[in-house]
């Protein structure tokens, strides 16, 4: 299959996922009726549900879906790790603590959420590179212990802030935070976050050249005229703030940015001007039908949608711990 | 190219690492650097390809001062490959070669029919065409270190920088590999290599640096260079030192059983220098 074809396939596929997803959920719609709804509105409630919350929620979720799977294999083309991912590698416990400390100072908001999360995802970041930077040439594994132990440190202090917060009505809003959800979508948080995630990959995708030449390793890169240090800094800070605004706006989904870039590099190899923009598109895809499983599985309840994606992860990873234990091909 | 050193010197945290050294080759002429683990050789190359930068002295490229090429310039001058490279993904030889396109190229600007060009006869020189579309991971070591020759020849650089290119190979491949250089030199790229194997390097190289401590034993001739008491001196082992009966070059042997004897106040011990 050329890899055209499957580009275009995937793009067939998230469109049809953007707009199937929205007959899904605790009310029943068919999908003839959802479908006519989107672009003709009526006025009434099953109107309401569709247009205002299973949309912008399918949105949502596609955004934070690319935007995860974006910063995985990114990071795992940046440390030569298929271990990496921004959850496993810790920045993702920076940005929830960080999300944690604005919320429970009460300075909650749409642009200082995602800042917060930006800040402590920025420092989670930059521990964990300078951590690797000294395990280089070493096991792949010392990275993601190091990833590992920061993401524990930041799990405690966000527990922490949790029970500080104890009793308060900020809790719950917290709380969210801990198990994710796309429960909260709503037009004005696409507002902020598609304009992140359009900009982030444009960046990284004019920089899909640069990584595949990273996989020769710094040394390698270097002598192709590259300036690795300056470059992976730029890619750091950039999935850093993919990463962030995702966990500004949906709390903790892990294994979306693990799993998806490992699937696309199974079929279409590991050259990121491919690499990059289909596991954008899987990653979303991949979101948006976790979502609709946790919109429906205990229906009427919903799930929190971390429980579905880890579900599916943790398994995949630890599949993927014992089949590749040298992590150095693909 | 020509390439020149004057007087490099290199520190590693203050740690001397190269001392003074000096050296000039021409166009098309194959230097081989030999001395133990530790005197320098990997440290000379990553100097000369620029990403050390020398504590003093200078490096110069046909003339011109090595500090005032960008480091794209620098690589569509000079093609390197490290020592004991990996490759992180499973790439195509394909793939890999054509990022040795890379300093040639705009951000956004592709291939095109002189990229292409470029990459097909890197692929034929290296003799790896054939296997052009296989994955990296399915080739052998002698293989792999071609397909690695072949992205520094896709960059069109007018010199070659080698650590080690024949190390952990089979004989077969070790020449292969050595016929490929020299037939590179014949065209006139200037090669620098770091050999371990001072018989091959003595084979094919116009010109051989002896290193010992960061320091330049001796440069010349290999027949000039290879002596029994440079090679003590060097590795604190006695050898023999004869003329290849087929090419006349020389050709070290060692002498396990008779190094007792010979040294008769008992083997003097010398430690390598780290790093």
């Avoid at chain 1, 298929?82 to 944690?100: C, E, F, K, V």
């Avoid at chain 1, 996989?215 to 800094?233: S, T």
Wanted: charge should be neutral; hydrophobic fraction near 50%.
């Amino acid at each position: 299959m050329s890899k055209g074809l499957i580009f275009v396939i995937l793009a067939g596929l998230a469109l049809a996922s953007l707009l199937g997803a929205t007959a899904v959920g605790a009310v029943t719609i068919p999908l003839g009726k959802s479908l006519a709804l989107i672009f003709r509105p009526d006025g009434s409630l099953q109107s309401a549900i569709v247009r205002e919350i299973r949309l912008p929620r399918a949105l949502l979720g596609f955004a934070i879906g690319l935007a995860l799977a974006l910063a995985g294999a990114t990071l795992q083309g940046l440390f030569r790790n298929p271990l990496a991912d921004p959850y496993i590698l810790g920045i993702a416990g920076g940005a929830t603590t960080g999300a944690a400390i604005v919320i429970s100072l009460g300075w909650s908001g749409p642009l200082t959420l995602p800042l917060g999360a930006f800040l402590g995802g920025l420092l989670a970041a930059s521990l964990v590179y300078r951590l690797a930077k000294r395990a280089r040439g070493t096991s792949p594994f010392s990275l993601i212990l190091a990833g590992v132990a920061l993401g524990a440190a930041f799990a405690s202090i966000t527990s922490f802030i949790i029970f500080l917060t104890a009793g308060d009505r900020r809790l719950s809003e917290i709380l969210f935070w801990a198990m994710g959800s796309l429960g909260r979508a709503s037009w004005s948080y696409l507002w902020a976050l598609l304009p992140v995630a359009f900009l982030g990959m444009i960046v990284l995708l004019l920089r899909a050249r640069e990584l595949n030449a990273l996989a020769l390793g710094e040394e390698g890169a270097q002598h192709l005229g590259l300036e690795p240090e300056r470059f992976k800094r730029v890619l750091l800070a950039v999935t850093t703030l993919l990463t962030s605004t995702a966990v500004a706006f949906a709390g903790t989904i892990g294994f979306v940015g693990l799993i998806t870039p490992h699937i696309v590099r199974l079929i279409l190899g590991p050259d990121h001007r491919f690499l990059l923009p289909a596991s954008a598109l899987a990653g979303g895809i991949f979101l948006i039908w976790a979502d609709a499983a946790a919109r429906t599985v205990l229906r009427p309840a919903e799930l929190p949608l971390g429980i579905i994606t880890a579900l599916v992860g943790a398994p995949f990873f630890l599949y993927l711990l014992r089949t590749r234990p040298g992590g150095e091909m693909r | 190219m020509r390439i020149s050193l004057e007087g490099l010197t290199f520190a590693y945290d203050s740690r001397p690492v190269l001392e003074g050294l000096s050296l000039d080759l021409e166009d098309g002429e194959i230097l081989a650097l030999v001395g133990p683990n530790g005197s320098g050789k990997s440290t000379l190359l990553r100097n000369i390809a620029g990403i050390l930068k020398p504590a003093s002295g200078a490096i110069y490229l046909d003339f011109k001062a090595l500090g005032e090429f960008t480091p794209r310039e620098l690589a569509r001058l000079l093609g390197a490959v490290e020592q004991e490279r990996q490759v992180g993904f499973d790439f195509t030889v394909r793939e890999l070669v054509e990022l040795g396109r890379l300093p040639h190229l705009g951000r956004l600007e592709r291939l095109g029919p002189k990229g292409r060009e470029a990459v097909r006869r890197a692929l034929e020189l290296t003799h790896i065409a054939e296997f052009a579309e296989r994955r990296i991971s399915t080739l052998s070591g002698g293989e792999r270190q071609r397909a690695f020759l072949a992205i520094a020849l896709a960059q069109e650089p007018k010199a070659l920088l080698l650590d080690e290119p024949t190390t952990h190979l089979d004989i077969n491949y070790q020449l292969e590999i050595m016929e490929i250089i020299r037939e590179r030199a014949r065209a006139g790229l200037t090669v620098i290599m770091a050999l371990h194997d001072l018989n091959l390097a003595a084979h094919y190289a116009d010109w051989m640096a002896l290193l010992h401590c960061g320091r330049l034993l001796a440069l010349g001739k290999p027949e000039e260079v290879l002596t029994p008491e440079r090679i003590k001196e060097a590795f604190g082992v006695e050898v023999a030192v004869e003329r290849s009966h087929w090419t006349g070059t020389p050709q070290i042997q060692l002498l396990p059983q008779i190094r007792k004897v010979l040294t008769s106040s008992g083997p003097k011990e010398r430690e390598d220098a780290e790093g």
